[in-house]
């Protein structure tokens, strides 16, 4: 079993609940998560135009080859009632894959690591409450560290703990 990180997101509609459905249809695959972060609220990234984003990171075991886990994720986001049409655009959730183990995989439809996660704090913060010490295979680096060393200066607060959700 490899350990799946993912970062969920939800800029629309009633933000806390798309990110707890997420989890609970997520948990359907991969059964309950390992590690869940607090809430963060978060600017929206590469867009200003647009309402704040909930994001939250999860841990789960999982089988799953990386195409597979993409069939999955879609398949969530399209049952909450996401369809990314545009990129960068508002969602009721948004589903990213960001490491399975130390896997290293490119196709033209997934990259994991997840190819932009280092220069992202909505993904960073999350990230490090739950693997502040997981190495990011292609950097070498922690992802505590990558945090560290991150430019991005998009405003993220943690919104609450989870368990309080």
């Known amino acids: 079993m ?15 609940q ?3 459905l997420a989890i609970s249809l997520l948990s ?6 390992k590690k869940v972060s607090e809430i963060y609220e978060t600017q929206a990234w590469g867009r200003e135009n647009l309402q704040n984003f909930y994001n939250q990171a999860v841990c789960f075991s999982t089988n799953y080859q990386p195409l597979e886990l993409l069939e999955i994720v879609k398949k969530i986001e399209k ?4 369809e990314h049409e545009e990129r960068w655009a508002a969602r009721m959730i948004d589903i990213d894959i960001i490491f399975i183990d130390d896997l290293i ?10 190819k932009l996660m280092h220069l ?6 999350p990230l490090s409450e739950i693997a502040p010490d997981y190495i990011h295979p292609q950097f070498e680096l922690s992802v505590q560290q990558l945090l560290k060393n991150s430019t991005d200066n998009l405003l993220v607060e943690k919104l609450t703990a989870a368990n309080e959700i």
Do not use: E
């Open 2 to 16: 490899a350990d799946l990180y993912l970062l969920n997101g939800s800029n629309i509609g009633d933000r806390l």
């Open 18 to 20: 798309n990110l707890k």
């Open 28 to 33: 359907d695959f991969f059964g309950l998560p």
């Open 79 to 82: 049952q909450i009632g996401s």
């Open 105 to 114: 995989f490119k196709s033209d439809r997934l990259h994991i690591p997840h």
């Open 120 to 125: 992202r704090n909505f993904v960073l913060y």
